[in-house]
């Protein structure tokens, strides 16, 4: 399965850009790329996904490496709301339904007032 | 539209005893998946129903079981229940099966379970 690493914790000042860094060297060609966050005691929540093209939408971007072995998570000005664990997934089309989710560690974001 | 529904949110068994854990998907979704967080291991997925049969699995004992009904609520069941069972059990449902790559995941708060 192709794995995923991200830096154990990062810190932000509130209103300031922050880039979260994923690393997927094995990944395949039928990998796309997903991003979920989950705040203090809840379930994890969608964020972003993208396969080889920068994405953008309402919550953050998504820059992916040209050769498409780490992609980077854009959050363009930070609140204290988005201080969560932010997961970086691989999800691959492998034909029919078998199907599997690959789950990295995640980072540990804190947001400073 | 009502989110994903996870009851109970907490329970306390003992070891050897068994448990079910229900999950009610947001209106129309007809995938449900579930997922085991412990600290230890982070986020490992068990498994996922669609239309009333399990897709896919994930590396789990067969301690370790569910089902989907009609109306795409799920249950799972984990019998004989040992220590490192304890963990956050979540649900999550999405419109279509898991092999939409693309699908979104929505997710319920988890049901919390300690193993005495």
């Known amino acids: 399965d192709a794995k995923t690493t991200q830096p154990n914790s990062m810190e932000s000042n509130e209103e300031e850009p922050v880039h979260l860094p994923c690393n997927h060297s094995?990944?395949?060609?039928?990998?796309?790329i997903h991003w979920y966050r989950q705040l203090p005691s809840q379930g994890p929540e969608y964020v972003i996904h993208?396969?080889?093209s920068n994405v953008n939408n309402r919550m953050a971007s998504l820059a992916i490496a040209e050769d498409r072995k780490s992609s980077t998570l854009i959050l363009h000005r930070a609140t204290l709301r988005d201080a969560a664990v932010y997961y970086c997934?691989?999800?691959?089309?492998?034909?029919?339904?078998?199907?599997?989710?690959?789950f990295g560690k995640g980072t540990l974001l804190t947001v400073n007032p | 539209k009502a989110g994903v529904t996870q009851t109970p949110r907490y329970l306390i068994k003992t070891r050897g005893q068994q448990v079910t854990l229900s999950c009610s998907p947001i209106?129309?979704?007809?995938?449900v998946s579930w997922y085991q967080q412990t600290p230890g291991q982070g986020l490992q997925f068990l498994f996922e129903?669609?239309?009333?049969?399990?897709?896919n699995k994930g590396n789990f004992p067969g301690r370790f079981s569910g089902r989907q009904f009609s109306n795409s609520r799920s249950e799972m069941n984990v019998s004989t229940l040992e220590l490192g069972d304890s963990a956050l059990y979540l649900c999550?449902?999405?419109?279509?099966?898991?092999?939409?790559?693309?699908?979104?995941?929505?997710f319920g708060p988890g049901t919390r379970l300690t193993v005495l």
């Open positions: 999550a449902s999405s419109l279509a099966p898991l092999a939409g790559v693309t699908d979104t995941q929505y």
């Open positions: 209106s129309g979704h007809r995938s």
């Open positions: 993208g396969l080889t």
């Open positions: 129903y669609f239309s009333e049969t399990q897709r």
């Open positions: 094995t990944i395949s060609g039928t990998d796309y």
């Open positions: 997934i691989l999800r691959r089309a492998s034909g029919g339904s078998n199907y599997k989710l690959t």
